[in-house]
């Protein structure tokens, strides 16, 4: 919902700020437009945020996976939930990076087993699969956010 609500105040922002300037410039109201969201992708536009839309599947997905995360953390601690989650996740992230960079320097360096990963996919697919991992994986801290927050509920009943 959030980025909903975020959506909205965007576009009354934005309509607020072509109202005081229309007040302000009269001669250049003809001039100002609204900002399209739909300038967000594309590479014909002088201004664009992603140049394709797998890179805007992929930041959008991985801004729901980041989400979730926190509303699990939330589940799980009821006080200071935010610094404890946030605290847990850089550990869990600075393990899997060290572990993930050691075991890739062995398994991958120029020796027998060495093979370039994902030597056939492209970055368009290389996208579009790690946007499907996230987005599976936020689904399962969704319901396991759902049932974590049943579950304290009850025992808070008690």
């Not at 250049?28 to 739909?38: E, G, H, Q, S, W």
């Amino acid at each position: 919902m959030f980025l909903i609500v975020f959506l909205i105040a965007f576009k009354l922002a934005d309509y607020t700020r072509l109202l005081v300037l229309s007040l302000i410039y009269p001669d250049l109201a003809k001039a100002m437009f609204p900002v399209n969201l739909c300038d967000l992708v594309g590479e014909d536009r002088d201004f664009h945020v992603f140049r394709e839309m797998y890179q805007l599947k992929f930041v959008f997905s991985l801004y729901l996976f980041v989400q979730s995360l926190f509303v699990l953390g939330s589940s799980i601690w009821p006080k200071s939930s935010f610094i404890k989650t946030f605290a847990a996740v850089v550990v869990i992230v600075l393990i899997y990076m060290l572990v993930g960079t050691s075991l890739g320097s062995v398994l991958f360096n120029r020796g027998t087993f060495y093979r370039p990963p994902f030597e056939y996919l492209s970055e368009n697919q290389i996208s579009n699969i790690v946007s499907a991992i996230l987005v599976f994986f936020t689904l399962f801290n969704w319901t396991l956010s759902y049932f974590r927050f049943k579950e304290s509920e009850i025992i808070q009943r008690m």
